[in-house]
């Protein structure tokens, strides 16, 4: 069907702001203004959901802006791509919204207005970056992303979230740069950087330029995807408070990092012109090594947050790993599993938030017995585990599946076995929580309080337990077509080849 105007990628974008801006009026009023957050997330979701439909059968709902420079116009559209990293978004805002209003007030943290309004501006560019329809529109939310988050990294005020926030800065900032660079040299080279499936670079470039734009780019692009070794800021950013870490690790700024690689693969360069040069090959071995070594640290984490941290590295570099195989099948399987992770990785954060809140635990040697003390709270970190493990009929089965599926279409029959086995580590680091939590006696000198209360605020445990169950449905069916989605954008990035 193909484009066609709209508004809806616009308000999907503003919907957000609005929010931020109704946060900040009802400052006084901490009740309305929750509410205010919850209901403008459940906003914006629909207005993704009323474009679903149309998307799934082949439209692209476009907004044009306008131009901001001669030459350079800004534009909103919902393609397939766009659309599965909208619905992730849309779908864990909803639930991170009354989760962030009970982890704020549980902890008693201080701010919660400033709080939250970056919570929702953080989602306005998310969905800047996933609706943007040219090079040029994506390089400024990309952007506005990371000065968007920023806030909420350094919430705490203190001494250590202050030197977070600068290592997160300069990492981030820093890999703009050079994504800046890239752009310029393609505007030059090009003309028009609008998105087109199977990529609009062609032969317009010599491959030494080639090769040259597209490494300014990934190195720039790594750096928000957490590919080792641009990885740093990602642990050090734990120390905000969890729901930005869920944020973080599940919808945001790590996840537009992997969105950019797809991006860059599929629709500016594409699969065809990258078949020969050797920088997609250093961006494999890179990706490998980042999910074997981010695996093994996380096995020796004590501190859950950061034990889940280089979890997420690790998984950040299948998805990577996933667009740079170049393989129909890998491509599909780098997009489910963006989902996938997406929904799982927050329910393991959500948990630990939960703990945390409860029983001021966040370590991973103070669990033990508390799943029996808080079950549901467990239950969903233990059905999560086994989702981001790979073992069906979890949706990261499926997705995992996929990739390794991918790795052996094109003849990577080592990176299979990578995939396969780093599947096995995350066994290693998360089922041991689990363990603990449900098969060893708490502590004799555990506090009274701890041992004879439950689970936390219902506002922290229904959301936890409704992605722990949305983990599943992924693999049972093609939840809200993402199946459907992820495959057409494969399809056409690659014309359709294994």
């Known amino acids: 069907m193909g484009p066609e105007a709209s508004l809806l990628p616009l308000f999907a974008v503003s919907t957000p702001v609005v929010t931020a801006i109704a946060v900040v009026l009802c400052r006084r009023r901490p009740n309305i203004r929750d509410l205010a957050l919850a209901l403008g997330a459940i906003a914006t979701f629909a207005i993704i959901l009323m ?8 439209a692209v709902p476009t907004t044009t802006l306008g131009e901001l420079v001669p030459g350079l116009t800004l534009q909103l ?13 849309g779908a864990l805002w909803t639930l991170a919204s009354p989760y962030a209003i009970g982890y704020m007030r549980g902890a008693g943290e201080t701010r919660q207005t400033r709080f939250y309004a970056f919570y929702a501006l953080c989602l306005a560019t998310a969905f800047g970056v996933a609706f943007s329809g040219d090079l040029f529109t994506f390089f400024i939310f990309y952007e506005l992303l990371t000065a968007s988050t920023y ?11 202050i030197q977070s926030g600068r290592k997160y800065l300069g990492f981030l900032l820093s890999g703009g740069v050079l994504v800046l660079l890239g752009l310029v040299i393609l ?7 609008t998105f087109v499936a199977g990529g609009f670079v062609g032969s317009t470039m010599s491959p030494t330029l080639t090769a040259m734009t597209f490494t300014l780019f990934a190195v720039g692009f790594a750096t928000k995807a957490g590919v080792m070794p641009l990885h740093a800021w990602l642990p050090a950013a734990m120390v905000a408070p969890t729901p930005v870490s869920a944020l973080l690790h599940a919808v945001a700024v790590v996840k537009a990092g992997v969105f950019a690689f797809g991006r860059l693969i599929g629709f500016v360069f ?15 071995v ?6 074997l070594v981010a695996s093994v640290i996380a096995l020796r984490q004590d501190a859950l947050k950061r034990r889940l941290a280089y979890s997420t590295i690790a998984h950040l570099a299948y998805m990577v790993l996933g667009f740079a195989l170049l393989s129909r099948r890998a491509i599909d399987g780098a997009l489910l599993h963006m989902v996938n992770h997406g929904v799982l990785k ?5 948990a630990a938030g939960a703990i945390y809140v409860h029983t001021k635990f966040d ?3 103070q669990l033990d017995g508390i799943g029996r003390r808080m079950p549901w709270t467990m239950g969903a970190f233990a059905v999560a585990s086994l989702g981001l493990a790979g073992l069906p009929p979890m949706g990261g089965f499926l997705s995992k599946w996929a990739l390794v599926e991918g790795a052996i279409a094109s003849g990577d029959l080592v990176l299979a076995a990578v995939m396969v086995g780093a599947g096995l580590l995350t066994a290693a680091y998360l089922f041991p929580i689990v363990h603990r939590a449900y098969f060893r006696p708490p502590p004799s000198d555990s506090p009274e309080l701890i041992r004879g209360r439950r689970d936390a605020s219902p506002l922290m445990v229904a959301p936890l337990c409704i992605t722990a169950g949305l983990g599943l449905l992924l693999g049972l069916g093609d939840l809200a077509g993402i199946h459907s989605l992820a495959d057409s954008v494969a399809t056409a990035v690659t014309g359709g080849a294994r």
């Open 51 to 58: 474009m679903l439909p149309r998307v799934l059968a082949g």
């Open 77 to 89: 559209r919902a393609d397939g791509m766009g659309m599965v990293f909208a619905v992730l978004a």
């Open 151 to 161: 806030p909420l990294v350094t919430h705490k005020g203190n001494a250590e979230a």
């Open 187 to 193: 505007i030059a080279q090009t003309g028009d950087v």
């Open 270 to 284: 594409g699969p065809e012109v990258l078949s020969g040069p050797l920088v997609t090959t250093l961006l494999t």
């Open 286 to 291: 890179l990706a490998a090594t980042t999910i």
């Open 346 to 350: 927050i329910t393991l954060f959500f």
């Open 363 to 365: 370590r991973v040697s």
